[in-house]
């Protein structure tokens, strides 16, 4: 799928989320802040970043969406195991699981996605000069059109059967669920992710570190104003220089009235005489 009006930035901002999702995979140094980001807290940021352009956009590449959504899975499980079985139960992780693997193929392979979209992704790793063999959606259907459209793309046929089990049967244990979603992720890093997402997130980094910056300055200024409500700005030269002129200019015109009864004076002069002199009374 080929977006025209992307909701990323620029390249670099997909690639800030490619190496956010697969951190294992890519320079960790890219991230040495000052909050020091767990693996985990890189996953759950591209996550929300995901849902943020899937949101602006209302379609995004199926591999964008299945990736945030079975990494979302592989975290919600990994909570569970450090909370020590407090957490999410047994069923609801493999419901999780379920649902997020069940997406994933559709996403992919359902007979529903665009004939177009599985022929490109074939091409990919098709010999140069090796035409694709078509394939009619109208040919088959079912469950049988998953499986030529899986062929077509090089989908591990075991992603279909689990997909048709989860959907239709009972749903595996969760060590099974979990190295097939680990696999799955595999599969999307080595047939879309390092094929269309090829920049580098320098660019992305130190954007999104100035905006952290900007914010933190935001932020301090607004508890140093909280702790000292009386606190206002200082009052800068060319301020200073601005009063001492209007100062000046107002008592030349009340001096020059007294001093000079010949200098006609305008009811409009009156009252501006009158409104400064009022504010130099009240300014001592």
């Given at each position: ?278 504010a130099l009374e009240d300014g001592d």
């Open positions: 799928m080929t977006m025209q009006f992307p909701p990323w930035r620029h390249d670099s901002e997909l690639a800030m989320v490619r190496d956010w999702f697969f951190p294992a995979k890519t320079k960790q140094e890219l991230y040495s802040t000052a909050e020091s980001p767990t693996s985990q807290d890189l996953r759950r940021r591209a996550i929300d970043r995901v849902n943020l352009w899937l949101f602006k956009a209302g379609q995004l590449p199926s591999a964008l969406v299945a990736t945030a959504s079975l990494t979302d899975a592989l975290i919600h499980d990994e909570q569970r195991r450090s909370l020590s079985g407090t957490g999410i139960s047994d069923l609801a992780m493999q419901s999780i699981y379920a649902m997020a693997f069940a997406r994933f193929v559709n996403g992919f392979v359902d007979r529903d996605v665009a004939r177009s979209s599985a022929a490109e992704m074939a091409r990919d790793d098709s010999p140069e000069g090796e035409e694709v063999t078509p394939f009619s959606a109208s040919a088959a259907k079912g469950e049988s059109s998953m499986y030529a459209y899986a062929a077509m793309i090089g989908m591990p046929q075991t992603f279909v059967d689990l997909r048709h089990q989860v959907t239709h049967a009972d749903i595996p244990n969760m060590t099974y669920m979990k190295k097939m979603t680990e696999q799955a992720l595999d599969w999307m890093w080595e047939r879309w992710w390092i094929k269309n997402v090829t920049g580098t997130p320098e660019r992305a980094m130190r954007e999104l570190e100035e905006r952290r910056r900007i914010s933190r300055d935001a932020r301090n200024a607004a508890e140093l104003s909280k702790r000292d409500p009386s606190r206002s700005v200082p009052q800068t030269d060319s301020d200073s220089d601005d009063q001492d002129s209007q100062m000046k200019t107002a008592w030349g015109l009340s001096n020059t009235a007294e001093n000079d009864p010949d200098v006609p004076i305008s009811a409009r002069t009156r009252h501006t005489m009158k409104r400064k002199s009022a």
